[in-house]
């Protein structure tokens, strides 16, 4: 059985920095790629970033990566959203997911106020 479990959801101020870690079991991690998305209040999900197996990253929009750094470290099973310099319109629920075979995570809450 496979399972994607986001943390490090939390409420920060603007300007501040997050790292989220998404751990994943059943399935060999390195094989796959990861990606992080994002859902604003509201609306669909938006994706955000994904790292290959090939340890290839591919942000999906313009800049992002100015702010936001995805990494993994396959021996921990793990997949890292870092963000800097943190905006209120950062405040979304954040989900990871094996890009190719679509296990979602349950989201981690992220909220940016001041």
């Known amino acids: 059985q496979v399972q994607v479990m986001e943390s490090g959801g939390d409420a920060v101020q603007p300007g501040g920095s997050l790292r989220l870690p998404c751990t994943v079991s059943?399935?060999?991690?390195?094989?796959?790629?990861m990606a992080w998305h994002r859902q604003f209040p509201g609306k669909e999900r938006d994706g955000i970033a994904c790292?290959?197996?090939?340890?290839?990253?591919?942000y999906y929009r313009h800049r992002v990566n100015e702010r936001f750094a995805i990494s993994r470290d396959n021996a921990k099973n793990t997949l890292y959203l870092q963000m800097n310099d943190m905006k209120t319109e950062d405040t979304a629920l954040y989900y990871c997911?094996?890009?190719?075979?679509?296990?979602w995570g349950q989201g981690t809450q992220v909220t940016v106020s001041s």
């Open positions: 059943g399935l060999t991690f390195d094989e796959y790629s």
């Open positions: 997911v094996s890009a190719g075979l679509g296990y």
């Open positions: 790292s290959g197996s090939e340890r290839t990253i591919k």
